[in-house]
């Protein structure tokens, strides 16, 4: 969130706990990220828009994102459309959706490709994306 030097502090400790592979590095603040993936590059960072949303373009995003050095961006669910959604997955690139109430925007996130739900409501948004038996074939038993 802040301080000078915590990218390099909060990597250290990464390492020392061997959970490079296990990290996300998130932050609302571009040039941190763009720190973090100086000072190490194999972790994951996300940069999370937040006014950026209200102005950029899509392809203003990417670039963006790919001057920083970002692997994906977060954004708010409210900013989550079917064209930022189907440009992010034709460039391969993960998006963060945050911070999504249970209730009809987890089916309109999931159904439009949203890779990751940032919630307040982890057990409520989990169940509503359970795989359900509704609708489902039942074996056949010939």
Same mark, same amino acid.
């Given at each position: 969130?802040? *301080?000078? *030097?915590?990218?390099?502090?909060?990597?250290?400790?990464? &390492? !020392?706990?061997?959970?490079?592979?296990?990290?996300?590095?998130?932050?609302? !603040?571009?040039?941190?990220?763009?720190?973090?993936? +100086?000072?190490?590059?194999?972790?994951?960072?996300?940069?999370?828009? *937040?006014?950026?949303?209200?102005?950029?373009? &899509?392809?203003?995003?990417?670039?963006?994102? +790919?001057?920083?050095?970002? !692997?994906?961006? *977060? &954004?708010?669910?409210?900013?989550?459309?079917?064209?930022?959604?189907?440009?992010?997955?034709?460039?391969?690139?993960?998006?963060?959706?945050?911070?999504?109430?249970?209730?009809?925007?987890? +089916?309109?996130?999931?159904?439009?490709?949203?890779?990751? &739900?940032?919630?307040?409501?982890?057990?409520?948004?989990?169940?509503?994306?359970?795989?359900?038996?509704?609708?489902?074939?039942?074996?056949?038993?010939?």
């Amino acid at each position: 969130k802040g *301080g000078d *030097g915590i990218e390099a502090r909060v990597i250290d400790q990464v &390492i !020392d706990w061997n959970m490079t592979q296990q990290v996300v590095m998130f932050s609302f !603040d571009a040039e941190r990220i763009r720190l973090v993936k +100086e000072l190490h590059p194999a972790l994951f960072c996300v940069w999370l828009l *937040g006014r950026e949303m209200e102005t950029a373009t &899509i392809d203003g995003l990417f670039t963006r994102l +790919e001057d920083l050095g970002g !692997d994906a961006y *977060g &954004i708010p669910y409210t900013h989550a459309s079917a064209d930022l959604l189907k440009a992010t997955r034709k460039r391969h690139c993960p998006v963060f959706v945050w911070t999504v109430p249970p209730g009809p925007e987890v +089916e309109r996130l999931a159904s439009l490709g949203a890779n990751f &739900i940032i919630t307040d409501w982890p057990s409520e948004v989990i169940q509503q994306l359970a795989p359900s038996d509704r609708g489902r074939r039942k074996p056949s038993t010939d």
